[in-house]
């Protein structure tokens, strides 16, 4: 008599279980790391933006000398300059804020003598990407930098 011997109707059910949670746990991680890759790329756009941003906001700092280099612009008041950039279809939105550097002690760097000014610049630059205004897993994103600026 030959025997057959099979799999239960629950050792196959348990089987396609465990696989559909393998496979469910692999498109879980792929999705994260596409999206991390993805958050990555972003990062790398907003630190390229907020140095073209920065460098041409300080050039035209340096052009408008007198209201730049006789006014303080904290972060907690009015901005130097605020505005809106775009870059491949993602909208920046941009504060500049600028203040006189000073030592520990308190003591303006550089002096108070014209032409040997010293500023801190700060540029807070945020966005959110398409024009749906959001971006599913990560949000809003922002970008913070500052430059030591000289007066010419």
């Not at 629950?10 to 596409?34: I, K, N, R, T």
């Not at 972060?75 to 006189?100: C, H, I, K, Q, W």
């Amino acid at each position: 008599m030959i025997s057959r011997r099979g799999f239960s109707l629950a050792e196959v059910l348990l089987a396609v279980f465990l696989c559909a949670v393998a496979l469910l746990a692999v498109v879980g991680l792929s999705l994260g790391l596409l999206r991390g890759q993805r958050k990555t790329v972003d990062l790398s756009a907003g630190q390229a933006a907020a140095d073209h941003i920065l460098s041409n906001l300080i050039e035209r700092a340096q052009r408008e000398h007198d209201e730049f280099w006789n006014h303080e612009y904290p972060a907690s008041g009015p901005a130097y300059r605020e505005g809106s950039y775009v870059l491949n279809r993602t909208d920046f939105a941009y504060r500049m804020d600028a203040e006189t550097a000073q030592s520990p002690a308190g003591q303006n760097i550089g002096g108070s003598s014209t032409q040997n000014r010293v500023k801190v610049v700060r540029l807070h630059l945020s966005w959110w990407g398409q024009s749906n205004n959001q971006r599913q897993g990560y949000g809003k994103l922002q970008y913070d930098c500052i430059r030591l600026v000289h007066e010419r």
